[in-house]
Nanobody, 114 residues
Framework: QVQLVESGGGLVQPGGSLRLSCAAS????????MNWYRQAPGKERELVAD????????NKLDSVQGRFTISRDNDKNRVYLEMNRLKPEGTAVYTC???????WGQGTQVIVSS
């Protein structure tokens, strides 16, 4: 079955960086677009970024433009979210997903605070 396991979250100071990773299994990873979402406390879940099966970024949230980068390694079955110049409003649970399969990971918590 499809499994998505995120890692790399944690506590970081404003202006800092984190790299999230999502390990995928149970499907042919290289055939599918991948997605990163986030849900901040008390807010609705929002799409952060999409990357298609060939590595083309197809969507990115306006508020993270220039700071967050989504990438993938089809040999390792992993998708990444590099987050730079983090802001307190970036505090959220970040989750990777395969929308077309209706599959989601458990998420990894990111807290941006001094």
């Amino acid at each position: 079955q499809v499994q998505l396991v995120e890692s790399g979250g944690g506590l970081v100071q404003p202006g800092g960086s984190l790299r999230l990773s999502c390990a995928a299994s149970g499907f042919t990873f290289s055939n599918y677009a991948m997605n990163w979402y986030r849900q901040a406390p008390g807010k609705e879940r929002e799409l952060v970024a999409d990357i298609d099966d060939t590595g083309i970024i197809t969507n990115k949230l306006d508020s993270v433009q220039g700071r967050f980068t989504i990438s993938r390694d089809n040999d390792k079955n992993r998708v990444y979210l590099e987050m730079n110049r983090l802001k307190p409003e970036g505090t959220a649970v970040y989750t990777c997903a395969v929308n077309s399969l209706g599959s989601w990971g458990q998420g990894t918590q990111v807290i941006v605070s001094s």
